[in-house]
């Protein structure tokens, strides 16, 4: 098992690098960038995930921010 110290050190390294500070939206893993998983990639289950949320604490059903930087929200 990873220490707390081992496990925050990705999160840490990443919101301190000043080598990092125009880096947005960048998965990391072990300090290094990384393609994240296919399923990172579906839409379908990014919205539908959104919206068993929004259920559960009662929000309102206002769309999350473009994902994917189309301009559009929700898309």
Not at 12 to 40: D, E, R, T
Not at 53 to 58: D, K, N, W
């Amino acid at each position: 098992m990873r220490s707390p110290a081992k496990c925050a050190a990705t999160s840490i390294h990443v919101a301190s690098a000043y080598a990092l500070k125009q880096v947005s939206g960048q998965y990391f893993a072990n300090s290094v960038p990384k393609q994240s998983s296919a399923g990172s990639y579906d839409e379908f289950a990014a919205a539908r995930l959104w919206n068993v949320s929004v259920a559960l604490v009662r929000l309102s059903a206002t769309p999350p921010p473009d994902p994917v930087g189309t301009g559009d929200p929700g898309s």
